[in-house]
């Protein structure tokens, strides 16, 4: 009696995705998701617009360092229109925080609040976290400041992808 061939069933590895799905919180702001499709960086980005100038800030900013390497020399400026920051730098959190009655910084047209960069060294999911712990605005009238609520925007910004702006109560812009 011929024997009949044989056949090894085969069992495919499963293809281990290039993708992290990230989201964006905040105390203050609706979060944001994107899907990093084999991205390597990735731009968390905050903006604000206030028809008062900023007077003082104070925020930490929280990653997961497993999934998100901060890019501290692109990032070195975490606000960058304001020049008297303060920023401490821990694994998976940045502490930042600015001060100035005499020079308030003017915030009339959207401008970038708080930006980090990231080099992407995991997959799967994460988040990063903005949490604003104080924001004042402010005029100057008479050398006296008065100090009010502000208008507050976000973006996120990845490499190829469009931002996506959203105001404080989650409408999209």
């Given at each position: ?25 905040s ?6 998701k ?18 008062m100038?900023?007077v ?25 229109n ?85 105001d ?6």
């Amino acid at each position: 009696m011929p024997t009949q061939p044989t056949t090894q069933p085969t069992t495919a590895k499963p293809t281990e995705s290039k993708n992290l799905n990230v989201t964006a919180t905040s105390n203050y702001f609706p979060s944001a998701k994107v899907t990093l499709v084999n991205n390597k960086e990735l731009c968390v980005e905050y903006e604000l617009q206030s028809s008062m100038k900023l007077v003082n800030a104070e925020w930490a900013l929280n990653y997961d360092s497993s999934k998100l390497k901060l890019d501290v020399a692109r990032s070195k400026d975490f606000m960058p229109n304001v020049s008297n920051e303060v920023t401490n730098i821990k694994t998976g959190r940045i502490l930042s925080n600015f001060t100035d009655i005499t020079d308030l910084k003017d915030f009339t047209n959207k401008k970038t609040f708080v930006r980090a960069y990231f080099n992407v060294i995991g997959t799967g999911s994460t988040t990063v976290d903005l949490n604003l712990k104080t924001l004042c605005v402010g005029f100057i009238d008479n050398d006296l400041i008065c100090s009010l609520y502000s208008s507050i925007f976000m973006v996120i910004r990845c490499t190829n992808l469009v931002p996506v702006f959203f105001d404080i109560y989650g409408d999209t812009l």
